[in-house]
Nanobody
Framework: VQLQASGGGLVQPGGSLRLSCAASGFTLDDYSIGWFRQAPGREREGVLCISRSDLSTYYTDSVKGRFTISRDNAKNTVYLQMNSLKPEDTAVYYC?????????????WGQGTQVTVSS
């Protein structure tokens, strides 16, 4: 059972990135998938979650209107679309999976992908 986050990189302020969370060993459609981030010197914070019924839950207001989450069941992948990126979005982004709701404890974690927003 493994989650792999990818798609990070260096982007200018105002730019976009799409992060991917791919699963192996289990079917993501049976899980709620959350995205989290951790900036240097700061605690990890929740960003956004998609439930098993495809409802989105925002954990932070700072990304509302800019970030969205979606699934591609055929690819067993969840995406985090990040638009209008700001320097304060710079962090390592992680995805996690739980067979329960977006408010439950997380069973599986990916390894993280670095997002740097800078001019």
């Amino acid at each position: 059972v493994q989650l792999q986050a990818s798609g990070g990189g260096l982007v200018q302020p105002g730019g976009s990135l799409r992060l991917s969370c791919a699963a192996s060993g289990f079917t993501l459609d049976d899980y709620s998938i959350g995205w989290f981030r951790q900036a240097p010197g700061r605690e990890r914070e929740g960003v956004l979650c998609i439930s098993r019924s495809d409802l989105s839950t925002y954990y932070t207001d700072s990304v509302k209107g800019r970030f969205t989450i979606s699934r591609d069941n055929a690819k067993n992948t969840v995406y985090l679309q990040m638009n209008s990126l700001k320097p304060e979005d710079t962090a390592v982004y992680y995805c996690a999976a739980t067979p329960w709701s977006c408010r439950a404890d997380w069973d599986y974690w990916g390894q993280g992908t670095q997002v740097t927003v800078s001019s």
